[in-house]
């Protein structure tokens, strides 16, 4: 049988197909030459590589996760694959013969993690065993071909120290962000997508005392502490029938029958919130946690919208907020892509009895820092826990 092919890599991949053969350099040379013709050994060698990056590893996209200080890959159909190695997004020259074969490694990327895409299901949100979050939709829903969201964990974690060194924390927070720590405060990190908020919670995390219990939630683990007591929870998607799920909500419930000294909770988006301050208002001081937020000041409304959403009243959520939440730190990325600790807030009540959150620093690109209306709060914080 002829298979209708100009091209060898479906020429092989049909007929190693069609006779259940392996994929050896052997089997191929073997498929190649199935019609007659000559084929030289660089060509067999060439589809064997192809076709055995089709079925191992992230395929055309393992040499950029292999970059050193990458944390995004971002696949737009075949012929638009950007990385981001910590500078902001840049286009590679890595490319895929055809959407078919990003269509492929996206749905052996989402088997690996148990999950289904296909035309039924055209999109997917998933953790890999080494951690990477996976997410793909498949074409026609993107109209530009499959897309590909790969956010890849950090090899190395970062202390505050190194944080200070690379221009994410400037050197006059140090200081602040370890009273931050030892005294115990409540804190929230706020920031958009990848501006760092993990990051910074994990050396934050690592400066807890080692003689603290850390509870984590999350719901794709990615905290990995330099700690010696670390206890972490992951939520679990529904599998393919639509069983078994178990909620962020769930956990933190759980989380308070094991006797944490610090209860994090990875990141909050969902009715969690409600359990979250429920917890922070039960003795849990010191505990952590982050949001999706543009400013600092965005903070309180962004727990008002979670928490009504979730059936608490306004002056509730406003009200356990209060007492609850210490401080928040806010990071954005700069015009360059780099990521940078921004301000420092504290929350207070305003004139209507709702929570505000006020500037206690503020940090300029050159890293000096401008003393806001929340400084002599940030302070009083600070002499109060120190005397607990």
């Known amino acids: 049988m002829t298979v209708p092919s100009l091209d060898p890599v479906d020429r092989v991949r049909a007929r190693l197909a069609e006779h259940g053969a392996g994929s050896s350099p052997g089997e191929v040379a073997r498929a190649l030459r199935a019609d007659g013709g000559l084929t030289s050994d660089a060509v067999v060698l060439d589809v064997f590589h192809t076709l055995r990056s089709e079925s191992t590893g992230a395929g055309p996209l393992d040499p950029l996760l292999g970059l050193p200080g990458v944390t995004d890959i971002l696949v737009n159909g075949p012929r638009e694959v950007y990385v981001d190695t910590g500078a902001g997004l840049t286009r590679s020259d890595v490319t895929f013969r055809d959407d078919e074969s990003v269509r492929r490694l996206a749905q052996r990327l989402a088997g690996t993690a148990g999950r289904r895409l296909d035309d039924g299901c055209p999109y997917v949100d ?4 080494d951690g990477t979050r996976f997410h793909a939709v498949l074409a026609p829903i993107a109209r530009s071909g499959t897309c590909l969201s790969l956010r890849v964990p950090a090899r190395q974690l970062l202390t505050l120290d190194e944080l200070v060194a690379s221009g994410t924390v400037p050197a006059r927070a140090a200081p602040l962000l370890a009273d931050l720590v030892g005294c115990r405060l409540a804190v929230v990190i706020t920031g958009g997508t990848g501006s760092g ?6 050396a934050l995390l690592s400066m807890v005392d080692p003689n603290e219990r850390i509870v984590l939630v999350e719901d794709a683990g990615e905290l990995r502490p330099r700690h010696p007591h670390v206890v972490g929870l992951e939520a679990r998607r ?5 069983a078994g799920e178990i909620g962020l909500r769930t956990l933190v419930r759980q989380s308070l029958r094991m006797r944490p000294d610090r209860l994090v909770v990875g990141e909050v988006r969902g009715a969690e919130v409600v359990d979250l ?3 922070m208002n039960t003795g849990h001081e010191g505990s ?3 949001v999706h937020a543009n400013s600092a000041r965005d903070l309180p409304a962004r727990f008002e919208a979670l928490g009504v959403a979730a059936g608490l009243r306004r002056d509730a959520v406003h009200a356990q907020l209060a007492s ?9 990325r700069d015009r360059g892509g780099r990521r940078r600790l921004d301000e420092i807030g504290v929350l207070a009540r305003d004139e209507s009895g709702f929570v505000e959150v006020q500037t206690a620093v503020r940090f300029r690109h050159g890293g000096e820092a401008d003393l806001g209306p929340g400084a ?3 302070d009083a ?3 109060d826990r120190s005397r607990r």
């Not at 998933?126 to 065993?129: A, E, I, L, N, Q």
């Not at 529904?238 to 639509?242: A, M």
């Open 277 to 279: 301050l429920a917890a």
């Open 238 to 242: 529904p599998n393919v029938e639509g």
């Open 324 to 332: 609850a939440i210490d401080v928040v730190l806010h990071l954005r």
């Open 126 to 129: 998933v953790r890999m065993p």
């Open 376 to 378: 002599c709060r940030w």
């Open 197 to 202: 908020k993990t990051t910074l919670l994990n």
């Open 381 to 383: 914080l600070l002499v």
């Open 288 to 290: 952590c946690s982050t």
